[in-house]
């Protein structure tokens, strides 16, 4: 059974950074491409980054793109995502999730992945 597990959420103030990690385990991490999703409070889960199963293609959504990096540790089977220059309206619930998808095009539709973490909260404060 694959199990994800998010750590590295936190409080922090807006200008800030949070480095948040998925620790994978039960499953051939490298067969995965990851992603992050969030979730605020009353609106829907959205993507936020991807990686695919090498870590050779990237996708972000446009609220994240210059300012949040994903990147992957096969040998420690752990995707991680860098926060950086961080705002209240990042504010939510950070969820890791593992894909059964070799295409070079990674996913970012939450239906296309196959396991997903309990989540972690992030909270900016202005």
């Known amino acids: 059974q694959v199990q994800l597990v998010e750590s590295g959420g936190g409080l922090v103030q807006a200008g800030g950074s949070l480095r948040l990690s998925c620790a994978v385990s039960?499953?051939?991490?490298?067969?995965?491409?990851m992603g992050w999703f969030r979730q605020a409070p009353g609106k829907e889960r959205e993507f936020v980054a991807a990686i695919s199963w090498s870590g050779g293609s990237t996708d972000y959504a446009d609220s994240g793109k210059g300012r949040f990096t994903i990147s992957r540790d096969n040998a420690r089977n752990t995707v991680y995502l860098q926060m950086n220059s961080l705002k209240p309206e990042d504010t939510a619930v950070y969820y890791c999730a593992a894909a059964r998808w070799r295409r070079t095009v990674v996913p970012i539709l939450p239906s296309l992945y196959n396991y997903w973490g309990q989540g972690t909260q992030v909270t900016v404060s202005s």
């Open positions: 039960g499953s051939t991490f490298s067969s995965y491409a």
